[in-house]
């Protein structure tokens, strides 16, 4: 086997490194779990990103799954909306012609502002896969706190832009310990339904999936989940599958079959830039002002708040610092982001009326990542859609839901991958370090344990039965799980703590949370459907009584 290492030519102007240097680009790609490009896709309103003293009637701090619905359903009931977004809008594309770059290739526009990167899995077959890469406002966001690495996406939707596309409702009968202030029936009756339609959630054809090569991997982890005892389930997705057979087909620029996801997808997938952000800017009432940072938010002495916004350049340098005013703003910067500004905001004396939750209650969702090897004769195949599509259900039994996932190298590996979400009771705390100037989380790598036990349940029993081991080579050096890192960061602001029932912060009058830090820790699968529901449950609340 011949190994190819190449430089990097520029942010969207790469050479070559086809294998150990793409390999984890990939690996990790799942688990974050029509023809037009994104560029074509994005439906951004032109206009001049947001002025020095400007007033916005809602200000959304952040263009996620929440922040996108808040846009959307408030401009639908008349009102303007602002959207102030830290990433790139994504809709030019680059040396290559396109506007992502393949996960196989990473280059500057993969990695916030590093020049390195930090890919999920950090050696294969007893390579280290990180490499060198020029400092860019990249798409994927490898953030470092306190014993945890949390994976973030960064542009116009956020983490749509990197996740593995996995659209899953919890299990009704699991959904009170997930929100037990939120009314069960009305979220299976109304708000999922609604974030499913909004999402344009499908489920694959199981016969197609039965016969296509690039599902074999998936095959396997199936027949080996139900050699065990285990129940192996189709999951929902956002992914356009028609776009997908004709990939297979070949009559299309390929995406998902030539490993697009963890640094954005071209064609196939329907992040929230094809979804809620379309339809919120073809209202006439959204702007977004991409690159720009909310650094405060304070009451204003006429009434709303006034908030200080920096505009960055993709170096990451502050070019501009803008004061504007804002009736209302919603916090949707992402559990992390939207933690570490109110944790920030309180403790400085911006908002001292924030009450003693802020902060609290954040989780993991119980992430944790495993290889097995399998024997020869259960290939798992040279060709892998990276958009995952099945899991194994032992949740009831032993607290894991297990996302079967591809490691689509372009080689044989006879291995089988997986992304597990646990029932891990453990939970951090974000903190303000004045002396630092930034708000810290107390997350210790030994609380993973739970989630390792849990995954155990079943895939001890996987090995047992099938005579086979657990990989070792793709988290360091006899390494057997991957305990380091989460896709599914939740809470810091929770519901009915931090805020009332339907995301109001307490203490201030206009300021709402609205995205996954109302969660307390975890969703007992890939967490963005309840995010999206929650977001359209107390939205809807918030513009029949507040707005």
């Known amino acids: 086997m011949s190994v190819t290492v190449t430089h990097i030519t520029g942010p969207g102007g790469v050479t070559r490194r086809r294998f150990i240097a793409g390999t984890g680009s990939i690996l990790g790609a799942a688990t974050l779990a029509g ?58 594309p680059g040396a290559d012609g396109k506007i992502f770059a393949n996960t196989t290739t990473p280059d500057g526009r993969s990695y916030w502002l590093r020049t390195k990167t930090k890919q999920p899995l950090s050696n294969f077959l007893g390579f280290p896969i990180d490499k060198d890469i020029p400092r860019y406002t990249g798409i994927l966001d490898a953030e470092e706190l306190g014993g945890i690495i949390v994976y ?42 609604r974030a499913n339609a909004g999402l344009g959630v499908h489920t694959i054809d199981p016969a197609w999936f039965d016969t296509v090569d690039c599902y074999q991997y998936s095959r396997v982890g199936r027949k080996h989940a139900q050699r065990s005892g285990f129940p192996f389930v189709f999951v929902p997705s956002v992914y356009d599958w028609d776009y997908m057979k004709q990939e297979v087909a070949g009559t299309v620029p390929k995406s998902a079959i030539a490993g697009e996801i963890l640094y954005g997808n071209n064609y196939g997938k329907k992040s929230l830039q094809k979804t809620y952000i379309a339809q919120a800017t073809a209202t006439g009432r959204v702007t977004i002002s991409p690159l720009h940072k909310v650094t405060s938010v ?34 949707a910067a992402g559990s992390v982001g939207t933690s570490k500004l109110l944790v920030k905001l309180k403790a400085t004396g911006a908002l001292p009326h924030l009450n003693d939750q802020i902060g609290k209650g954040w989780g993991d969702n119980g992430n944790v ?16 859609a990276s958009m995952p599509t099945g899991g194994i259900d032992n949740w009831a039994a032993g607290g894991a839901f297990a996302e079967v996932a591809p490691l689509p190298t372009g080689i044989e590996t006879y291995a089988s991958f997986y992304l597990s979400i646990t029932r891990n009771p453990n939970r951090a705390a974000f903190s303000w370090n004045a002396a630092a100037g930034r708000a810290e989380l107390n997350w210790q790598t030994a609380w993973k344990q739970p989630s390792i036990d849990a995954a155990k349940t079943i895939f001890d029993k996987i090995n047992a039965k099938e005579g086979t081991i657990y990989r070792t080579d793709l ?73």
């Open 35 to 92: 023809h037009a490009t994104a560029a074509q896709a994005q439906t951004g309103r032109a206009a001049a990103p947001i002025g020095d003293g400007a007033h916005a009637p809602a200000l959304v701090i952040g263009t996620g799954y929440g922040g996108s619905v808040a846009a959307l359903r408030l401009a639908r009931a008349g009102v303007d909306v602002h959207m102030i977004e830290m990433g790139m809008a994504w809709d030019t």
């Open 152 to 193: 973030q996406g960064r542009g116009v939707g956020g983490g749509s832009l990197v996740n593995g596309g996995m659209a899953v409702t919890p299990r009704r009968e699991n959904f009170s310990a997930i929100l037990p202030s939120v009314n069960t029936e009305e979220m299976y009756a109304t708000y999922y339904p």
């Open 298 to 331: 304070a009451p204003a002495a006429t009434g709303g708040y006034t908030v200080v916004i920096d505009q960055i350049d993709t170096g990451g340098t502050t070019t501009a610092t803008k004061t504007v005013t804002a009736d209302k703003v919603f916090f």
């Open 369 to 384: 990542m495993c290889g097995r090897a399998n024997h020869m004769w259960d290939a798992t195949g040279k060709l892998q």
């Open 475 to 547: 988290f360091g050096t006899y390494k057997i799980w991957g305990d380091h890192l989460t896709y599914h960061p939740l809470g810091g602001a929770v519901l009915d703590k931090a805020t009332d029932n339907y995301g109001r912060l307490h203490g201030h009058p206009g300021l709402y949370v609205i995205d996954g830090s109302l969660i307390p820790g975890n969703t007992s699968v890939n967490p963005f459907v309840t995010i999206t529901a929650l977001a359209e449950r107390n939205i809807e609340k918030i513009i029949a009584t507040d707005v």
